[in-house]
């Protein structure tokens, strides 16, 4: 596997969502590449097992830490930052992974909206605000690397909330790779991650066993690396059951509704349902 220059031994990796699902597989991989790891989570008691397991795993000399957080607080995620570049005095890569999900409908859950908005927008942009500045300071290369979602960008119906929390993730990641690329001397750069269905703990919260189709989380990390290599910033990651090629025409279908003036969400239209099968062989 080619890799990106900062995957490299005693550089440091950041990683939030770190207890569980592509946050840990992250840990492991970067672990055993010899660079030091801050893993980051709400759940202490999953993250001391999960920096165990790194631990177990990861070669001599190999650094890792923990910190307990909530990332829709801002201090919180300052805090982050200050212990990464106090306990590393650098960071290479960080990686904005915490979400979370819970069912809403367009009108109701407000609770579930804010929580969903807090912590799968709001933690993105309170970790792009807290160590950009820091990681353009070092004057290296290094990464920031953002947790999407497919829903953010076809929308499908069923849980709105977390489709708009993983639209304005990409949104944010769009224009902060726009910004880094145009900021004289800069060597940072922003890559949004999109898994397909990944059999993280989000899902084993609806699932006894891991369906055929859905990739292991350690697939998604192997696949966003060959992605960085290649320099791509959009890392749309194929799964058991949907090639990339199906994905591109999901997501040119979606762009088209607003082009043509179909109506939204016309994939799940039954006015539609004929014309996508036919887009979408």
Known sequence: ????????????????????????????????????????????????????????????????????????????????????????SRVDVLMNNAGTSAPTSAWSAHTQWQRIIAVNLGGIVHGVQAFTADMLAQARPALIINT?????????????????S??????????????????PGAQ???HLLVPGYTWTGLTRQRLAEKPDGAWLPAQVVDYMLDAIARGSFYIICPDNEVCRADDAKRMVWAAYDMAEDRPPLSRWHGGYQQAFKDFEP
């Open 1 to 88: 596997m080619s890799l990106h220059p900062v995957f490299a031994p005693d550089a440091v990796a950041v990683i939030t969502g770190a207890a569980d699902g592509i946050g840990l597989a992250a840990a492991h991989r970067y672990a055993a590449f010899g660079m030091h790891v801050l893993m980051a989570d709400s759940q202490a008691d999953k993250l001391t097992w999960a920096a165990d397991a790194v631990r177990a795993a990861a070669g001599p000399g190999v650094a890792i830490e923990t910190m307990t957080l909530d990332v829709s607080q801002f201090e919180q995620v300052l805090a982050l930052k200050e212990f990464a570049f106090q306990r590393f």
């Open 166 to 183: 993983k639209a304005g993730v990409k949104s944010l990641t769009e224009s902060l790779q726009h910004e880094l690329r145009n900021t």
């Open 148 to 164: 999407g979602s497919k829903q953010g960008i076809t929308n499908p119906p069923g849980n709105p909330a977390y489709n708009v």
């Open 188 to 190: 940072v750069s922003a």
